[in-house]
Protein backbone atom coordinates (compact mmCIF):
# COMPACT_ATOMS: atom_id res chain seq x y z
CA UNK A 1 0.00 0.00 0.00
CA UNK A 2 1.59 3.37 -1.35
CA UNK A 3 1.75 5.73 2.16
CA UNK A 4 3.13 9.49 2.32
CA UNK A 5 3.48 11.08 5.56
CA UNK A 6 4.31 14.38 6.12
CA UNK A 7 5.38 16.26 9.04
CA UNK A 8 7.37 19.51 10.47
CA UNK A 9 4.54 21.84 10.17
CA UNK A 10 3.77 24.09 12.94
CA UNK A 11 3.65 27.92 14.03
CA UNK A 12 6.56 29.93 12.78
CA UNK A 13 6.85 33.95 12.79
CA UNK A 14 7.41 36.14 9.36
CA UNK A 15 10.40 35.71 7.95
CA UNK A 16 11.57 32.32 10.04
CA UNK A 17 12.13 28.67 8.63
CA UNK A 18 10.70 25.57 8.33
CA UNK A 19 11.89 21.77 7.09
CA UNK A 20 8.72 19.66 5.57
CA UNK A 21 9.08 15.88 5.66
CA UNK A 22 7.63 13.50 3.78
CA UNK A 23 7.71 9.43 4.49
CA UNK A 24 7.08 7.65 1.83
CA UNK A 25 6.50 3.60 1.71
CA UNK A 26 4.65 0.70 -0.23
CA UNK A 27 6.58 2.05 -3.50
CA UNK A 28 9.83 2.17 -5.16
CA UNK A 29 10.57 5.92 -4.20
CA UNK A 30 13.55 6.19 -6.21
CA UNK A 31 11.64 5.54 -9.50
CA UNK A 32 9.11 8.91 -9.06
CA UNK A 33 9.06 12.33 -8.97
CA UNK A 34 7.51 14.09 -5.99
CA UNK A 35 6.12 16.92 -5.98
CA UNK A 36 4.73 19.29 -2.75
CA UNK A 37 1.43 21.27 -3.08
CA UNK A 38 -0.28 23.42 -0.72
CA UNK A 39 -3.75 25.00 -0.08
CA UNK A 40 -4.30 27.98 1.99
CA UNK A 41 -7.36 28.10 4.36
CA UNK A 42 -10.08 27.62 2.69
CA UNK A 43 -8.91 28.53 -1.00
CA UNK A 44 -7.89 26.22 -3.47
CA UNK A 45 -4.75 23.86 -4.41
CA UNK A 46 -1.54 25.71 -5.94
CA UNK A 47 1.66 23.35 -6.64
CA UNK A 48 4.63 24.66 -5.11
CA UNK A 49 7.34 21.98 -5.96
CA UNK A 50 8.69 18.78 -7.81
CA UNK A 51 11.64 17.20 -8.23
CA UNK A 52 12.90 14.39 -10.47
CA UNK A 53 13.65 10.98 -9.43
CA UNK A 54 17.53 11.62 -9.19
CA UNK A 55 17.04 15.16 -7.77
CA UNK A 56 18.64 16.40 -10.85
CA UNK A 57 15.66 18.87 -11.75
CA UNK A 58 13.40 21.00 -9.98
CA UNK A 59 11.23 23.31 -10.84
CA UNK A 60 9.05 25.80 -8.23
CA UNK A 61 5.94 28.16 -8.28
CA UNK A 62 7.16 31.78 -9.09
CA UNK A 63 5.60 32.51 -5.56
CA UNK A 64 8.80 30.50 -3.62
CA UNK A 65 11.65 30.54 -6.16
CA UNK A 66 14.31 31.52 -4.23
CA UNK A 67 12.91 31.00 -0.55
CA UNK A 68 12.13 27.31 -0.96
CA UNK A 69 14.16 24.40 -1.71
CA UNK A 70 12.70 20.79 -2.82
CA UNK A 71 15.55 17.62 -1.92
CA UNK A 72 15.12 14.29 -1.68
CA UNK A 73 16.91 11.62 0.08
CA UNK A 74 16.23 8.31 -1.72
CA UNK A 75 18.33 5.75 1.05
CA UNK A 76 15.67 7.11 3.00
CA UNK A 77 12.41 7.18 0.86
CA UNK A 78 12.04 10.83 1.81
CA UNK A 79 10.89 14.06 0.16
CA UNK A 80 11.58 17.83 1.85
CA UNK A 81 10.90 20.77 1.25
CA UNK A 82 13.17 23.41 3.13
CA UNK A 83 11.09 26.33 3.20
CA UNK A 84 13.08 29.78 4.49
CA UNK A 85 11.74 33.77 4.63
CA UNK A 86 8.41 32.58 4.99
CA UNK A 87 5.54 35.42 4.93
CA UNK A 88 1.71 34.91 6.01
CA UNK A 89 0.52 33.96 2.58
CA UNK A 90 2.64 30.30 3.00
CA UNK A 91 0.24 29.68 5.86
CA UNK A 92 -1.52 26.36 4.23
CA UNK A 93 -1.67 22.30 4.00
CA UNK A 94 1.26 20.87 2.83
CA UNK A 95 0.66 17.84 0.60
CA UNK A 96 3.29 15.53 -0.78
CA UNK A 97 2.28 14.17 -3.75
CA UNK A 98 3.73 10.99 -5.64
CA UNK A 99 4.61 12.42 -9.39
CA UNK A 100 5.25 14.94 -11.46
CA UNK A 101 5.64 14.28 -14.81
CA UNK A 102 2.45 13.73 -15.88
CA UNK A 103 0.01 13.16 -12.76
CA UNK A 104 0.00 13.03 -9.02
CA UNK A 105 -2.01 9.76 -8.37
CA UNK A 106 -0.67 9.42 -4.30
CA UNK A 107 -1.19 12.18 -1.62
CA UNK A 108 -0.75 12.61 1.90
CA UNK A 109 -2.42 13.94 4.75
CA UNK A 110 -1.06 17.19 5.05
CA UNK A 111 0.59 19.27 7.41
CA UNK A 112 -0.61 22.95 8.56
CA UNK A 113 1.93 25.31 8.21
CA UNK A 114 0.83 28.85 9.86
CA UNK A 115 3.23 31.92 9.31
CA UNK A 116 2.03 34.64 12.48
CA UNK A 117 3.50 36.61 14.56
CA UNK B 1 1.70 31.30 -14.10
CA UNK B 2 -2.18 32.51 -14.01
CA UNK B 3 -4.17 29.64 -12.72
CA UNK B 4 -6.94 28.06 -14.89
CA UNK B 5 -10.66 29.39 -14.78
CA UNK B 6 -12.95 26.96 -13.56
CA UNK B 7 -16.82 27.89 -12.45
CA UNK B 8 -16.80 28.64 -8.59
CA UNK B 9 -19.81 25.99 -8.61
CA UNK B 10 -21.59 23.61 -10.70
CA UNK B 11 -24.99 21.47 -9.44
CA UNK B 12 -27.64 18.39 -10.79
CA UNK B 13 -29.73 16.19 -9.62
CA UNK B 14 -29.21 12.60 -8.72
CA UNK B 15 -29.05 10.93 -11.93
CA UNK B 16 -28.40 13.80 -14.13
CA UNK B 17 -24.80 14.59 -15.51
CA UNK B 18 -22.96 17.55 -15.02
CA UNK B 19 -19.91 19.19 -17.18
CA UNK B 20 -16.82 21.25 -15.25
CA UNK B 21 -14.68 23.35 -17.56
CA UNK B 22 -11.40 23.96 -17.05
CA UNK B 23 -9.82 26.76 -19.54
CA UNK B 24 -6.48 27.65 -20.18
CA UNK B 25 -4.26 28.96 -22.73
CA UNK B 26 -1.97 27.52 -25.21
CA UNK B 27 0.67 27.64 -23.14
CA UNK B 28 -0.52 24.95 -20.99
CA UNK B 29 -3.91 23.08 -21.13
CA UNK B 30 -4.17 23.72 -25.31
CA UNK B 31 -0.26 22.94 -25.33
CA UNK B 32 0.13 19.62 -23.40
CA UNK B 33 -2.62 15.85 -22.72
CA UNK B 34 -1.16 16.30 -19.10
CA UNK B 35 -4.49 17.65 -17.55
CA UNK B 36 -5.82 15.59 -14.44
CA UNK B 37 -8.44 16.66 -12.49
CA UNK B 38 -8.91 16.51 -8.45
CA UNK B 39 -11.75 15.22 -6.27
CA UNK B 40 -11.42 16.94 -2.50
CA UNK B 41 -13.81 16.28 0.06
CA UNK B 42 -13.99 18.41 2.65
CA UNK B 43 -11.15 17.80 5.20
CA UNK B 44 -9.27 15.25 2.95
CA UNK B 45 -6.55 15.14 0.39
CA UNK B 46 -7.36 15.34 -3.61
CA UNK B 47 -7.89 11.99 -4.96
CA UNK B 48 -7.23 11.66 -8.57
CA UNK B 49 -9.95 11.32 -10.97
CA UNK B 50 -8.83 11.81 -14.44
CA UNK B 51 -5.20 11.66 -16.07
CA UNK B 52 -3.88 12.89 -18.86
CA UNK B 53 -7.18 14.33 -20.23
CA UNK B 54 -9.12 11.41 -20.95
CA UNK B 55 -7.79 8.73 -19.19
CA UNK B 56 -9.12 6.86 -15.96
CA UNK B 57 -7.12 5.26 -13.29
CA UNK B 58 -8.19 1.91 -11.78
CA UNK B 59 -10.90 2.27 -9.13
CA UNK B 60 -12.39 5.18 -10.38
CA UNK B 61 -15.85 4.83 -11.60
CA UNK B 62 -16.40 4.90 -15.21
CA UNK B 63 -19.26 8.06 -14.27
CA UNK B 64 -15.99 9.97 -14.38
CA UNK B 65 -15.24 11.09 -17.52
CA UNK B 66 -12.63 13.79 -19.18
CA UNK B 67 -11.95 15.39 -22.48
CA UNK B 68 -10.15 18.59 -24.40
CA UNK B 69 -10.70 20.98 -26.93
CA UNK B 70 -8.11 23.82 -27.60
CA UNK B 71 -7.66 25.35 -24.50
CA UNK B 72 -10.30 24.19 -22.76
CA UNK B 73 -10.33 20.57 -20.86
CA UNK B 74 -14.16 19.03 -19.15
CA UNK B 75 -14.68 16.72 -16.65
CA UNK B 76 -18.29 14.97 -17.18
CA UNK B 77 -19.67 13.07 -14.05
CA UNK B 78 -22.96 11.06 -15.41
CA UNK B 79 -25.56 9.54 -13.11
CA UNK B 80 -24.64 12.01 -10.49
CA UNK B 81 -24.45 10.65 -6.55
CA UNK B 82 -25.06 11.87 -3.40
CA UNK B 83 -21.17 11.17 -2.80
CA UNK B 84 -20.25 12.87 -5.75
CA UNK B 85 -21.07 16.51 -3.85
CA UNK B 86 -17.16 17.89 -3.54
CA UNK B 87 -14.56 20.18 -4.87
CA UNK B 88 -13.25 19.68 -8.10
CA UNK B 89 -9.83 20.50 -9.27
CA UNK B 90 -8.19 20.64 -12.71
CA UNK B 91 -4.29 21.19 -13.05
CA UNK B 92 -2.42 21.25 -16.89
CA UNK B 93 1.79 21.13 -16.92
CA UNK B 94 2.84 24.54 -18.67
CA UNK B 95 5.26 25.34 -21.20
CA UNK B 96 7.89 26.69 -18.36
CA UNK B 97 8.30 23.50 -17.11
CA UNK B 98 5.62 23.80 -13.77
CA UNK B 99 2.11 23.03 -13.17
CA UNK B 100 -0.88 25.36 -12.47
CA UNK B 101 -3.93 24.18 -10.79
CA UNK B 102 -7.61 25.85 -11.57
CA UNK B 103 -9.34 27.71 -8.82
CA UNK B 104 -11.91 24.74 -8.10
CA UNK B 105 -15.58 24.55 -8.42
CA UNK B 106 -17.70 23.23 -5.89
CA UNK B 107 -19.96 20.46 -7.09
CA UNK B 108 -23.37 20.81 -5.32
CA UNK B 109 -26.24 17.42 -5.84
CA UNK B 110 -29.25 18.71 -5.38
Redesign the interface.
Known amino acids: EVRLVESGGGLVQPGGSLRLSCAASGFTFSSFWM?W?RQAPGK????VA?IKQDGSEK????SVKGRFTISRDNAKNSLYLQMNSLRAEDTAVY?CARG?L????Y????TLVTVSS | ?S?LTQPASVSGSPGQSITISCTGTSSDVGGYN?V?W?Q?HPGK????MI??VSNR?SGVSNRFSGSKSGNTASLTISGLQAEDEA?Y?C?S?TS?????????TKLTVL
Open positions: SVGLEWNYYVDYGSLFDWGQG | QAYSYQAPKLYDPDYIYSSTWVFGGG
